[in-house]
């Protein structure tokens, strides 16, 4: 019996320990109600930026042990228009691949133990969003700004992630 309690013991230890040196991504939203475009439905809004909280918890995986990437997003304009819906006052979003892509201007910091590694203020856009083909389905409604958060992530984070 004191051999199990050491051996849970010794296995709770090394989970914490890993845990704590796991990589990890948190994410704010700054004024969100703000935002050039996002859905104007709370509900909706509220799913959208539940969706991107998800995406970005992603990011985790792609950064080594220890480090945190510190994510404020600052503003959204989703690709595609919102036209107004004839019935049921709802609004659909059309992309037409005109001067309707999508944008986000985000504030970062890469750190490890307290220091800070990077960090910037991001514009990113992405005029070509229809004219390549992505990781994502026609399903999810965000594929365009996850196309240029990948994007950004591999040329902005993950090179330097590479050189440390």
Do not use: C
């Amino acid at each position: 019996m004191r051999r199990f309690k050491q051996t849970v013991l010794a296995a709770v230890a090394a989970l914490l320990a890993s845990s704590a040196a796991m990589a990890q991504v948190s994410v704010t939203y700054v004024k969100p109600d703000d935002y050039t475009d996002v859905p104007r439905g709370a509900i909706e809004r509220e799913r959208t930026l539940k969706e991107f909280t998800a995406y970005f918890k992603t990011l985790d995986k792609k950064l080594p042990a220890g480090q945190q990437l510190k994510i404020e997003v600052l503003d959204i304009d989703l690709a595609g228009r919102l036209y107004p819906r004839r019935s049921g006052g709802e609004e659909i979003r059309i992309m037409n691949g005109g001067a309707d892509w999508p944008h986000m201007h985000l504030r970062y910091t890469l750190e490890r133990d307290g220091q800070v590694l990077r960090g910037g203020d991001e514009q990113l856009s992405n005029m070509n969003y229809q004219g390549r083909v992505g990781g994502y389905f026609d399903s999810d409604p965000l594929r365009y700004e996850k196309q240029m958060l990948d994007d950004w992530f591999n040329k902005t984070i993950a090179p330097k992630v590479a050189r440390r």
